[in-house]
């Protein structure tokens, strides 16, 4: 199951996590956030205890929305120690979103592996 996050517990809840988030934000009004969320649902249950799944209603958090200049909706951003290391504005259905949702973890595996041994890693937001 997702959290619900407001302005008032993002910087807690997102940032402040001790594993990756993933943040979908969307609206009420947006028939493909509704459609994605099953999937979202399951990906979470897939991966329970690595990634962290929030709910961030755009239309009422107004300025979560500026900040991380949301165009359209859903949006999809990845955190990771209070950074962005992915987001994913736009995808053409359930199949890109799942192969899209699948990267992200397996660059997350890496990425944890690489700092077990010592290596260093960087990092580009999309």
């Known amino acids: 199951m997702s959290l619900t996050v407001s302005d008032a517990t993002f910087d807690t809840e997102v940032l402040g996590s001790q594993i990756p988030v993933l943040v979908h934000f969307w609206a009420p009004w947006c028939g493909l956030c509704r459609m994605i969320e099953p999937l979202l ?3 979470q249950g897939e991966w329970e205890g690595q990634v ?11 300025k979560l929305a500026n900040q991380y200049r949301l165009t359209t909706l859903p949006t999809l951003m ?4 209070g950074v962005i290391h992915h987001r994913l504005d736009s995808f053409r259905g359930k199949e890109e979103l799942r192969a899209a949702l699948d990267g ?4 997350q595996q890496l990425s944890s592996h690489r700092c077990r041994q010592g290596q260093s890693i960087t990092y580009r937001n999309r």
């Open 52 to 62: 962290r799944l929030i709910d961030i209603n755009a239309d009422e958090n107004l």
């Open 104 to 107: 992200f973890m397996q660059t």
């Open 78 to 81: 990845l955190f990771e120690d």
């Open 41 to 43: 649902q399951t990906f």
